[in-house]
């Protein structure tokens, strides 16, 4: 059973934002869901997931410090098209994709949204 029902992000851009989460998604073979609501859209495999919105209190969204989302990758080529298509649609890098010392065959890369949001993928297979 999953811990979580869902994950949000804030957006100041959702224009800007679903084009970077499209992409990076996409490279981890999720999907755009489509609109969740006016201000969100919606992202998983079959049912809504990951959803990046416009905060409802009207202010600016903004990113946790030390907070971190992770994503799981299928391979380590996931992994390196995860951080391609971030790079390519507006996200910066906060890690290079690469081997990480954490767990045996672990092989992550760490961007930032436009918005700030950290995120990250991961393979633990061996290649």
Do not use: W
């Amino acid at each position: 059973m999953a811990i979580f029902t869902h994950v949000t992000v804030g957006a100041n851009d959702l224009e800007k934002s679903t084009k970077f989460y499209d992409a990076v998604f996409g490279a981890l073979g999720l999907k755009n869901l489509g609109a969740f609501s006016d201000s969100a859209v919606a992202y998983g495999d079959q049912m809504p997931e990951f959803l990046v919105l416009k905060p409802r209190d009207g202010k600016a969204a903004t990113h946790a410090n030390g907070g971190t989302i992770g994503f799981m990758a299928s391979s380590r080529k996931a992994v390196d098209g995860f951080h391609e298509a971030g790079l390519a649609n507006g996200g910066t890098c906060e890690g290079e994709p690469g081997p990480r010392d954490v767990m045996p065959n672990a092989y992550g890369a760490y961007l930032r949204d436009p918005d700030g949001n950290k995120l990250c993928a991961y393979s633990m297979t061996a290649e």
